[in-house]
Each structure stands twice: as C-alpha cells, then as structure tokens.
C-alpha cells in the first residue's frame, strides 16, 4: 500500500505540501527523513525520534546487507521489528555507499562488484539482487540500483552513468514486480552529472518505465550549491506532477528551504546527526559550536524557543562541559537537538505553504539570519 497525494501548492513558488501513505503510516511532505545508517539513529533511540517528530527514517542497504546480514535481519520480519521502529522506513540501493566506501568498485552491465570495507570480501550487487535484499529488509520505500559518479565528472562518464542507471532501473522494475508490487513502492533515481540536458534525458527515460516515486541523486557530491540548486531547478519540473519527488543527501537547513521552493517532497543527510556529534548545533539564527569557551558560564539553553528535549531541560554550560569531558550523553543531546530542529524546520514550511505563506517564511528564514551576523559584528566593534 502506498499513495501521494497533493495538499497545497505554494503560488509564488514551486513549493507544495503532499502526503505520503504507507502501510507503516502516514508521512506528510515536505519531509526530512533522519538517517539510520546501520539500522540506528546514531545515539538516540527510535522513541526519543519519534517525540523529536520523526516519521520516517532512512536505512542504508549497503551497511546492512554487509553487517548483520539478510540472514539475521530476516529472523525478524525485517528491518521495523529488528530495529524497533514501527514508522516508515526508506532504504537505499546500496550504490551510493559502493563507489564511496567499498574497495574496488568494478561497474558492468550486470551490476557492480566492490570488496567489503568491513573484511574485504568480494560481492556482486546486481539490480534484481538490492531489489531482493530491500525486500528482506522490509523497508516501505525502496530505490533502484544507480551509477553514481564523483564530482568533477566529464560528459562522457556521465552519460555512461545515466545509461546504465536507467539498464539497471528497468531491471529494477522488472524485479520489483515480480516481487513485492503493491507492498512496498520503488523510486528511479536520475543521474546525468552536471549537465542539464543529461538529467533532462534521464528524468524521460525513468518517467517510461513508470515508477511510484523519483528521487535526483548525485547532488551534493562536492558541487557549488548553486550548481546543485541549478540540477534541482532543471530536473524537478520534468518530473511527474503527482509523484513525491526526493532529493538525496541534501544538505544545510537553507538548502532545503531552497529545494523546497523548487518542488522537493523529500529529504535525508546527515548533517544533523554527524554534526551534532562534532558539536556543531543549528539554531534558527546559524549554527554555534558548543566547545566555544564562550558558553563556559552560559545557563541558557541551545536555543531559547526551542521546544525539544535537550532546550528543555539543560544548558549551554552544561552541554559544553559534556562535549569537552567528552561524555556519551553529550551526543545524544546535541543530536535530539539537532533532529527536532531539522524536523520543526519542515514543520513550519509546511506549515507555510498550507497557509499559502511559504514565500514570507523564506524571507524571515533568512532575515533571522542575518540578524545574528550584524549583531556579532556589532560587537566586534
Ligand atoms: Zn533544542
């Protein structure tokens, strides 16, 4: 079971709110999805995401497949009751992590192979495989096989890419079918590097074999945001009206406003989780990094108006104290944080665009911001 549909759609802009159903629940878009890599949100668990707000997470095939294995996971009637998260669940293909963390990656028409980064064994992932190994996971929301390449790429490599993604996807297709059709939907993946005509060819050629969703991948590889903004502004219109749109592993909280603003559902990155783990906080007027000596005696919390735990209940002074002594509870509050403060964000242009305000949100968005720059430039001088 899985439907779209469009609830309000932004007259200024390209922004629209949706709703995603799925057989785990309801997702309202647009949305960001939390990124549990390894079947987990790192250091928090999947009650305190969903109190942060989370109703959908993302899990990462590649990981998973190497480590526990299908063979473990489906002891457990999948990924949902192995992990303890009764939401939604995305899964990647798994190509993303192959050419980015596995040794060896060698791409042929029948798929990719690549040696584990965990021993160093040898694996073979073909389209019909990450297809069987998503099903096993029993993820609601499931992505095809997709060359992904780095960032510069010339033309030809990334017409090679879009060409064998588009081979891979029709395979994908054909296996999903097979398969689980109906239980769980299948998004395309559009590549083509960053050359506007490419992506405009593999956005038709997925758009033939038809899928439930599409998501633009191959975005924020290392690219100018304004050239990643320039893919997205190009490739979002030539998708379908009707299908949730997802951009993959995109980015910082003005990124996504941006997206949002030209027609993007959904989100993941882990920008959220990873940072929080190096002490960078995001609040409303920036991000600020709790090791500063400066919130040494600072009682108040992260963000003054922030309802989520962490605001609630702690300090500055003490969240940095914890960062410094180098304390496990320190991740699980600069997380929390974090992720309430990524889902809140998407609240709110939601929010906005059901009341037809998107566009003056944008603006307060970013005249909080700039606020914060002039007030510490004032005190510089
Ligand atoms: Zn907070």
Redesign the pocket.
Known sequence: MFSFELIAQSIESRARAGVIRTSHGVVETPVFMPVGTRGSVKSVSPEELLAAGARIILGNTYHLYLRPGCDVISRFAGLHQFMHWDGPILTDSGGFQVFSLAKLAKISEEGVTFQSHLDGSSHLLTPGKVIDIQNCLGADIIMCLDDCIQYPATREESLAALEITTKWAQRCKQAWQETKNGRNALFGIVQGGMFRDLRERSAEELMKIDFPGYAVGGLSVGEPAEVMLEMADDTLPNLPETKPRYIMGVGTPENLIELVALGTDMFDCVLPTRNARNGQVFTQQGTLNICNAKYRHDTG???PD???????NYSRAYLRHLYMAKELLAYRLNT??NV??FLNLMRQVREAIVQDEFDRFRKQFYKRKSTKRRSSHEKKS
Do not use: I, R
Not at 306 to 312: F, G, N
């Open positions: 919390p992260l963000e922030c309802a989520c735990y962490t605001c609630q929390l944080h309430y403060f």
